[in-house]
């Protein structure tokens, strides 16, 4: 599974933007695709993640209510949805694939990672 994520760029506080995450290979029903950022200086963090069958989502508590997970099966491609930006949600963002189906926060429970996409919220 290769994993590409597209959608990053600058954007004004308050704003949106919604990132993609294409991927190749067979997806299956059991996995879980996550969301990750990495801040400058700072460790990867769990933003979001989403069972590939079901939809059920997870999130952040620091992303709650303005961020929105979702996925097209058919396209095999994930979504986040991100709104009311802030400063604070400048990173890197990557997307993930857990292929053992855990509704994974920790990012050693993934097996497959895209190469990431950055986010800059200017205040």
């Known amino acids: 599974v290769q994993l590409v994520e597209s959608g990053g760029g600058l954007v004004q506080a308050g704003g949106s933007l919604r990132l993609s995450c294409a991927a190749s290979g067979r997806i299956l029903s059991w996995y879980t695709m996550g969301w990750f950022r990495q801040a400058p200086g700072k460790e990867r963090e769990f933003v979001a993640t989403?069972?590939?069958?079901?939809?059920?989502?997870r999130y952040a508590d620091s992303v709650k209510g303005r961020f929105t997970a979702s996925r097209d099966t058919a396209e095999n491609t994930m979504y986040l949805q991100m709104n009311s930006l802030k400063p604070e949600d400048t990173a890197v963002y990557y997307c993930?694939?857990?292929?053992?189906?855990?509704?994974?926060?920790?990012?050693?429970?993934?097996?497959?990672w895209g190469q990431g996409t950055k986010v800059t919220v200017s205040s």
């Open positions: 993930a694939a857990d292929a053992f189906g855990r509704t994974a926060i920790v990012e050693k429970d993934y097996d497959y």
């Open positions: 989403i069972s590939w069958s079901g939809g059920r989502t």
